[in-house]
């Protein structure tokens, strides 16, 4: 991806009447109109309140936005003149939105706001998802560990319902720290903050060159801040909105998530040493809580769209799965309902050889990733079953149980990636 590409003449221009700033915040966007209006003025807000005497800047990289979403960002703009309105304000606050060419996505996004942070050179940036809940004191409660006390990478950490996050719980998560050895709870985090240093590195990185194509390469942020010796720690930041989940297009959420985790795996190999049970991550503000509150969940469905993706992927899944991981989910498949589990074993087996088949590329990487969704629902059938009645102790145990399986399978994980099945 050509710097060139991203820093249009116009946008320069906008960068160099800002000038050097402290603090940037980084706002991605496309068609976002209906929300993006009160994460900039909460973002504005936060700044105002916390960071007055530093110079900060709301950089808006948008994929080609036709609904006014770029209009509504720049006027969250505050120069020295309004100031008399916000007495705490001893800076000009600058908003500047710049469109990027091709196809929307989040890794032209995250590039962009790198290309301004080389240029402006902050100590502390964030990125703030355009349909977040964000509340102004997520502002210091992520930018403040990294511009007052020295850390690289803040990775949020919510309260959310126990069946919020499935995704992220099942896989992203529990993957992350058995290859990584770190805990970290949400490392696809929609709101982050990073140092400069963090960013220069991130920005000098081979990445780019790839043109990459798909959404989620935040997540090589936060490993590259673990595999790559920065300081990182997890802040609590609140509430979760439930308006804001994984699309209800499973296919398309994995796109987002599994498809740049296997990418991950496969370009930046681990290079801490294994732990036995994932290392803890510095925790500011409190820990993750979930909340109970009854909810439906179809598990019925989940069942059938398993039992049905089984019997009509078998012939891409044969090119995908061992012969014995294969014939353990048909025999599960044609248990019936009452009968079915996918036991933790199974589902790590499912998504080491998934891994691996995807950097191995035994079929389209695309097909790969489709051909997991229907497994995932098996898993979560048995998850929500399993958790039901569970409290947020009971929930957290069962979870360490899926990581520490997770990590017990790592050298499966290395047969597999090295040729053998």
Not at 165 to 180: D, E, H, S
Request: aromatic share 8%; net charge negative.
């Amino acid at each position: 991806m050509a710097e060139e590409s991203i820093l249009t003449d116009d946008f320069l221009r906008e960068l160099m009447n800002v000038g050097e700033v402290d603090i940037l915040v980084g706002v991605p966007t496309y068609n976002s109109a209906a929300t993006v209006g009160q994460v900039v003025q909460a973002i504005r807000a936060g700044l105002l309140q916390y960071f007055p005497r530093q110079r900060a800047v709301i950089i808006n990289a948008d994929g080609g936005s036709r609904d006014g979403t770029q209009e509504l960002v720049r006027a969250a703009s505050i120069s020295d003149m309004q100031n008399a309105a916000h007495p705490r304000a001893l800076r000009t606050l600058h908003s500047i939105s710049a469109r990027y060419e091709g196809d929307p996505g989040s890794s032209k996004a995250l590039y962009t706001m790198l290309a301004a942070a080389d240029l402006l050179r902050p100590a502390a940036c964030a990125v703030i998802s355009a349909d977040s809940n964000i509340e102004p004191d997520w502002i210091p409660r992520l930018l403040q560990p990294v511009y007052h006390d020295n850390l690289d990478l803040i990775t949020p950490l919510y309260r959310r319902h126990k069946f919020d996050g499935l995704l992220v719980r099942n896989l992203i998560y529990p993957v992350i720290r058995a290859i990584y050895s770190k805990s970290v709870r949400e490392p696809y985090g929609s709101e982050v903050a990073f140092s400069g240093r963090l960013g220069s590195y991130l920005f000098g990185c081979d990445l780019w060159s790839e043109d990459l194509g798909f959404a989620g390469v935040e997540l090589f942020l936060t490993v590259a801040a673990i595999n790559d010796g920065f300081r990182l720690a997890q802040a609590f930041l609140g509430s979760k909105s439930t308006l804001e989940h994984a699309p209800a297009d499973l296919v398309r959420a994995m796109r987002d998530t599994v498809g740049p985790l296997f990418w991950t795996l496969e370009h930046k190999p681990a290079t801490q040493p294994t732990s036995s049970n994932g290392d803890s991550v510095l925790t500011l503000g409190g820990n993750p809580e979930v909340t109970l509150e009854p909810r439906r969940i179809n598990r019925k469905r989940l069942y059938q769209m398993f039992v049905d993706g089984v019997v009509e992927l078998e012939p891409i899944l044969k090119s995908i799965l061992s012969a014995g991981t294969l014939a353990e989910l048909q025999q599960r498949a044609a248990a019936g309902e009452n009968e079915f589990c996918y036991s933790d074993e199974l589902w790590v087996k499912t998504v080491y050889e998934f891994a691996a088949s995807y950097h191995k590329a035994v079929i389209s990487r695309d097909h790969i990733i489709q051909a997991l969704a229907p497994l995932y629902r098996g898993k979560i059938h048995t998850f929500v079953l399993e958790n039901r009645d569970s409290g947020g102790e009971e929930l957290e145990r069962h979870m360490d149980a899926l990581c520490l399986t997770f990590e017990r399978f790592k050298p499966y994980l290395g047969e597999l990636w090295n040729g053998r099945k």
